[in-house]
């Protein structure tokens, strides 16, 4: 189930986005499950269905998501999207780490909140 953060600095379609990503990479959504259709979505979500059809468009450029003409959107395998996604947040990783450094945060620092966070799952 997506539920929207409207305190969240995030625009809409990213939390959509996310949220649909989330629930296809733990397993909550199949391979080949038919996703909302864009009208259902947007009006369970009281939203404009310009904004989920730009997630949706977003999640198949990356590769989580296809489209049938006239069936709907589709959870694809996720093998080639997770190895793209796992890319993409390695860079940003990198930028963040980069500019932690630049802003006076030691090594140390930076493994104590690596600990931190994978120490709660």
């Not at 189930?1 to 625009?11: A, K």
């Not at 963040?96 to 090594?107: M, P, S």
């Amino acid at each position: 189930m997506l539920t929207l953060n409207y305190r969240d600095s995030r625009p809409i379609y990213e939390q959509i986005k996310d949220g649909l990503r989330k629930m296809i990479v733990t397993g909550a959504m199949a391979q080949d499950e038919k996703l909302p259709s864009v009208r259902a979505l947007a009006t369970q979500l009281s939203i404009n269905p310009n904004t989920i059809q730009r997630a949706y468009n977003e999640l198949e450029n990356e590769g989580y998501i296809y489209s049938v003409a006239g069936k709907g959107s589709f959870v694809s395998g996720t093998a080639d999207a997770d190895a793209a996604r796992r890319v993409s947040l390695k860079a940003d990783v990198t930028a963040l780490l980069n500019e932690l450094r630049y802003l006076g945060v030691t090594a140390e620092e930076v493994m104590t909140l690596i600990k931190e966070v994978y120490e709660h799952d």
